[in-house]
């Protein structure tokens, strides 16, 4: 599985930004997709991770500001209202699980937001 992200950038405490995954390969094989966070000198947090059927789990830090959506194996990450906190290096994340290889994970490259006071 490949997974290609983009939508980072640069926006003003109170903005929105949107991030999207597009995953290639083995997709069928895809169960859950998720984005983590890494802030600099910070360990990797996932925002939220949302599985098959569009049920999804959110961070406590992001507090109603974010919503993910799945479009089969295609992610988007809605943030609103951002704060100079979500600062960071976002990643799309993928999870497969099959029979006889069981669970997999795959990264997609990072893509920075930057939130300014």
């Known amino acids: 599985v490949q997974l290609q992200a983009s939508g980072g950038g640069s926006v003003q405490a109170g903005g929105s930004l949107r991030l999207s995954c597009v995953a290639s390969?083995?997709?069928?094989?895809?169960?859950?997709m998720s984005w983590y966070r890494q802030a600099p000198g910070d360990q990797r947090k996932r925002v939220g991770i949302?599985?098959?059927?569009?049920n999804a789990i959110y961070g406590d830090f992001v507090e109603g500001r974010f919503t993910l959506t799945r479009d089969n194996n295609d992610l988007t990450l809605q943030m609103d209202n951002l704060r100079p906190d979500d600062t960071a290096v976002y990643y799309c994340?993928?999870?497969?699980?099959?029979?006889?290889?069981?669970?997999?994970?795959?990264w997609g490259q990072g893509t920075q937001v930057t939130v300014s006071s």
């Open positions: 390969g083995r997709v069928f094989d895809i169960k859950s």
């Open positions: 949302i599985s098959t059927s569009g």
């Open positions: 994340h993928a999870q497969t699980m099959t029979k006889y290889e069981g669970v997999n994970e795959f």
